[in-house]
Structures are given as C-alpha cells and as structure tokens.
C-alpha cells in the first residue's frame, strides 16, 4: 500500500497507520507548507519523504507518478468551524482541498482509498458538497462519520467529521448507512488506554509548578474552568490555544478528589486563595498528546507550540479504527 499524506501536521495519520498494524505500507509522499509541524513530523519520520509545499502546485501527473494507493487529509479547519468566519470555499485555506476535489481526484488513475478528517460543520458545507460529488463522478463509494474519541472508549470529547472512500468496484465489508453515521456501533474494539485521566497523568508532580495556573487567570476565567481528577473519565477538547487561553479550550487538572473540590468551590470562588487552594494546572503537552493517543511525547518545539500542533492534529486511535474499517 503506497500512502500520501496531504496536510500532514506533525504526522498524526502516519501513527494511525501504524496503530492498524498494517505490515504493508509506505508513506511515498507527505505535504505540509506549516515548517514548524514539519519538524516534529522529520523528529517522528526521518525516513518519510517529506515535502514543504503548497498543494496547488502539484500537478496531477506529479501526484499520480507516485503510484498511491490511499490519500489522507485532514484539511484545514478554520473555514468551517462555528469560531471561524465560516468563509467555507471562498476562504483561501480552502483553495488546495478544492485543487485536490476537482484536479487530483477526479484524475487519478492509482487512487483506491481515502480517508478526510475535519471538524463538526464541514458536513454541511460547500466544500463537502463538492467533495462528495466528485468522488461520485470518479467511481468511488463513501461513507460519512461524525465520532468523537469517547465513542472508542477514550476520556477525551473531540467531535469530528470523517469520510472514508474506496474506488468502485471494492465496497465497505459490512453494512453501513448512507446517512451520516454518529454511533460506534461496528467496532467493540476500544481502546484500553486512555480510560480515566490518570492513565495520562505524568508519573511525579514535583516538575509541573510551571504549568500551575497564574494568580491572573485564575481570577478571570476561574469560575468557567472545566476541572477534572485522576478519576475522571471524561475531558473536554483541547484545542491550539490550550494554556494561552481558559475558557473552551480544554480541561484543567487538579489533584484533589471531586468532593473536596465542589466543597471548596462552593464555599467561595471568586476568592484568589480559594482558587488557588485547588492547586489547579494545565495538563502537559506529553499528557495531551496521550489524550490523544499519540505513542510519544517528545515534541522538539516550545510548550506553546506543541500545544498548538496538537490542538490541529487528529486522536490517532480513532482514525486507526477508521483506517481499519476503509482498508482490506
């Protein structure tokens, strides 16, 4: 199986492949023009070749002379997501998945298999329309998923939109609806490793005072905090501006147990050392990375930008589940 990986980040697809156990693949092409992810994906992938370029400028011919069995993408998000301008396909970061919707796809002579991730409101967009319709044109068959990690067992909520497509005349192996599918109801394989929280939790805490939270966010966004324990077996998504930002980006942790902390809450908390008191931090990159079923946790950047790099990057075992169900 010859891969490409389109928007590749910091190789998040190419985990998920391995996650498959698939014995017989090679990534003969990743593309990313972000230099930063680039790098992480080079510190994970030495051996890949990987190119820093704009999509528009590979001509169908170029994408084809690589002989690709499977096509990944995960496409960038901001023009569909609800935070967003929702600009859809007049947003210039659309214009390279409208190069591969109308010039490589319908194109391609090699093309069997292909896997798209987005965020939720890419399902009803313009874009998805013109994607959906093209795959028809060229002879390929689709389903589509709206899933998060919680539905594979995983405590981490990240809702996303995904297509799987295979080139007629091979068809999915079991039966699936044509309606855009929002249950788990195929796979009972869950994941056994991200339950509760602590199975993500860093072995010591005598290293993590840096990621306390800060006397000044803590009094303006304290009360809006989603604080979650060891015991915990939910989180919610983590999104690139975990830690610059408090509210909607993703779960706090703290150490005490859910009683004292709704006790100590409840009591007063507007109060600084009330706050405080709950000895509350952000979760590490390594620990959002576990969320997020990544096997490593050495990211060769900046806490901020491994934050980043993972808040627009995929939940690996989701997509290996997925890639298990689109591959023969």
């Known amino acids: 199986m010859r891969v ?3 928007f590749s980040g910091i190789g998040g697809m190419h985990f998920a492949l391995k996650e498959c156990n698939l014995e017989n693949f090679e990534v003969v092409l990743a593309v990313d023009i972000n230099t930063v992810a680039n790098a ?6 030495p051996s890949t070749n990987l190119r820093d370029l704009n999509i528009l400028s590979l001509s169908p011919e170029q994408f084809d002379a690589y002989h690709p069995d499977i096509l990944l993408m995960s496409p960038p998000c901001q023009p569909f997501t609800r935070n967003g301008l929702v600009k859809d396909i007049n947003d210039e970061r659309t214009k390279p998945l409208l190069h591969i919707i109308e010039n490589i796809i319908p194109k391609s002579e090699s093309l069997k298999y292909i896997l798209v991730e ?8 313009l874009a998805r329309d013109k994607l959906v319709n093209a795959l028809s044109q060229s002879g390929f068959t689709f389903k589509e998923f709206l899933l998060s990690p919680v539905h594979f067992g995983i405590c ?14 091979l068809d999915f192996a079991i039966s699936l ?11 009972d394989k869950l994941c056994s ?19 306390l939270i800060n006397d000044k966010q803590l009094l303006k966004g304290g009360k809006a ?9 939910r989180s919610c998504c983590f999104t690139r501006s975990y830690s610059s930002y408090l509210c909607g980006t993703g779960s706090v942790y703290s150490s005490l147990c859910e009683e004292n902390i709704k006790e100590i809450i409840s009591n007063n908390d507007d109060n600084l050392e009330v706050l405080k008191s709950l000895k509350l931090r952000f979760f590490t990159p390594a620990e959002v990375a576990k969320f997020m079923c990544f096997p490593v946790s050495d990211f060769p950047v900046s806490k901020k930008k491994a934050y980043q790099l993972l808040g627009n990057s995929i ?3 989701v997509v290996s589940r997925l890639l298990c169900l689109l591959l023969p």
């Open 4 to 6: 490409i990986e389109f």
């Open 40 to 45: 992480v994906y080079r510190h994970f992938f």
């Open 118 to 125: 987005n965020v939720k409101g890419f399902e009803s967009s």
């Open 156 to 169: 981490n909520s990240r809702l996303r939109y995904y297509l799987l497509a295979k080139k007629k005349p």
């Open 177 to 187: 609806p044509n309606d855009i599918i929002t249950e788990n109801y195929w796979d």
């Open 193 to 211: 490793r991200v339950q509760q929280v602590s199975d993500v939790l860093s072995e010591s805490d005598t290293e993590l005072e840096e990621y």
């Open 225 to 233: 905090l989603d604080i979650v324990t060891k015991h915990s077996k």
């Open 315 to 317: 939940n690996v075992y």
